[in-house]
């Protein structure tokens, strides 16, 4: 009796233990395989190692790192149900504000011998309240009026962009301060990158922070049956979303050591894109910061990749573009079938 209880009962234990396999190990084990793809089609092509170029890999993982910074607050927003289509646009918009702020004083200092160059915290500062203005006015729109995340962050994606040409009139902002690009040097975007992705990675799981975020976006409903101050929340994430934007503006200014207005063009896709290979469902409620990060590591490998086995960049944008698709149909089949159980 208790043998046939037991087989009775392995299909559910087994059915247990593969629930508790980490989602993101299969996102990781794609990532594996792609980098072993290129590690193959180059030797065959090329001659050459993929993964055993650490000076390629430094810099993939410095190109990708403020892709990250955004993707972790874009993360948080389609998880509530929403989407941030300003990010790229904010991007430029605090890099430009960021940089005349971070500007070496062109002042004569034998006139005005009290005069220095600001300390490196305040156009950091500016950059990141920039961007949680712009993250707050989303909020307020969406929380407010009702409309679309997709329209209300639409048009700061134009405001933000037209207001980045307007600040200096469409030219570039140089000249900054060795402390500000400081940051910007080295490993420190990495550094920034992986801060922020641990800070939103416990904030998400094991604060209430996180429990409102997931609610919102399984059933909107149910959460404000329950007590949740639906609006509130919607406006804090917009506004953190715009603080990491912010802050991946200052940062890429700083690696730039230059500020242009085009800065961040196409960065809120990549973004998405992602979150969405990381397992962030865009329908909401479903979707990990650990996820992000290695989906992050995918676009940058990929885009690596190409480069080093010299294809076009035009057939990679097409490739990134199928790929985010096939996200998005993996996605929908895996909502099927978790709603069929």
Do not use: C
């Amino acid at each position: 009796m208790n043998t046939d209880a037991a087989e009775g009962h392995a299909p559910l234990a087994a059915r247990v233990r593969r629930r508790r396999i980490p989602p993101e190990l299969s996102i990781f084990l794609v990532l594996i395989g792609i980098a072993l793809v290129y590690e193959i089609l180059g030797w065959i092509f090329i001659g050459q190692s993929f993964l055993m170029n650490p000076q390629r890999l430094t810099i993939m993982i410095l190109q990708v790192s403020v892709i990250g910074i955004i993707s972790v607050g874009v993360t948080q927003v389609i998880i509530t149900g929403g989407i941030d289509l300003s990010s790229g646009s904010v991007v430029g918009m605090t890099a430009m504000i960021a940089a005349s702020f971070a500007q070496a004083s062109t002042w004569p200092r034998a006139l005005y011998p009290s005069l220095t160059d600001m300390p490196f915290f305040v156009p950091i500062g500016v950059g990141l309240l920039i961007g949680l203005l712009a993250g707050y006015i989303n909020g307020q729109l969406i929380a407010k009026t009702k409309i679309p995340p997709f329209i209300a962050t639409l048009g700061m994606m134009v405001s933000a962009r037209g207001i980045s040409k307007w600040y200096t009139k469409g030219q570039p902002v140089s000249g900054l301060t060795d402390q500000f690009n400081f940051i910007g040097t080295g490993i420190w975007p990495v550094i920034v990158f992986l801060v922020v992705a641990l800070i939103f990675h416990i904030a998400l799981r094991y604060t209430r922070y996180g429990k409102f975020t997931y609610a919102i976006g399984a059933n909107m409903q149910a959460a404000r049956v329950s007590g949740i101050n639906i609006e509130a929340h919607l406006i804090k994430v917009y506004a953190i979303a715009g603080l990491l934007a912010g802050l991946a503006g200052v940062v890429t200014a700083a690696r730039a050591q230059t500020a242009q207005a085009g800065m961040g063009v196409m960065y809120e896709l990549d973004a998405i894109a992602a979150a969405v290979i990381g397992g962030t469902s865009l329908t909401g409620g479903v979707g990990r910061i650990t996820g992000t990060v290695i989906g992050t590591v995918i676009l940058g490998v990929m885009t690596s990749g190409f480069t080093f086995l010299r294809v076009d960049a035009y057939y990679q944008e097409i490739v990134k573009g199928v790929i985010i698709v096939a996200a998005v149909v993996v996605d929908v089949y895996r909502q099927k079938k978790r709603a069929k159980h």
